[in-house]
């Protein structure tokens, strides 16, 4: 599969030199790619979503992005309706920052227990 750029770079130094280069999004981890005129941007391609990746998401199985938003939305959600009713019954901002730091740690704890 050969992917066309997604986006071009140019960048200008102090002395005016402009360095002009192809730039494609990893899917996994978001980071932005360069590739210089030439360079193959097919080198690192997941081939379970088949989407350019970077070097450092190659050895890793496929965590597409939007998988790891939805894991996080659905983490939020379940601890909203875990603690609304301790959230409500707080009457003291002690009360609410303590139960804030529960949902913290809980919310650590299932993204831990997921990787």
Not at 73 to 100: N, P, Y
């Amino acid at each position: 599969m050969n992917l066309r750029p997604k986006a071009y770079s140019v960048v200008t130094d102090g002395w005016g030199v402009e360095t002009k280069e192809d730039c494609h999004k990893c899917w996994h981890c978001q980071k932005m790619m360069f590739f210089k005129a030439g360079q193959d941007p097919n080198e690192f391609f997941c081939r379970k979503c088949m989407q350019p990746i970077c070097p450092e998401c190659a050895n890793k199985p496929c965590d597409h992005f939007e998988k790891k938003l939805d894991r996080a939305e659905a983490t939020d959600r379940w601890l909203q309706k875990k603690f609304a009713e301790k959230l409500e019954r707080a009457s003291t901002l002690g009360e609410v920052t303590r139960i804030r730091a529960a949902m913290e740690r809980e919310r650590f704890r299932r993204e831990a227990a997921s990787n």
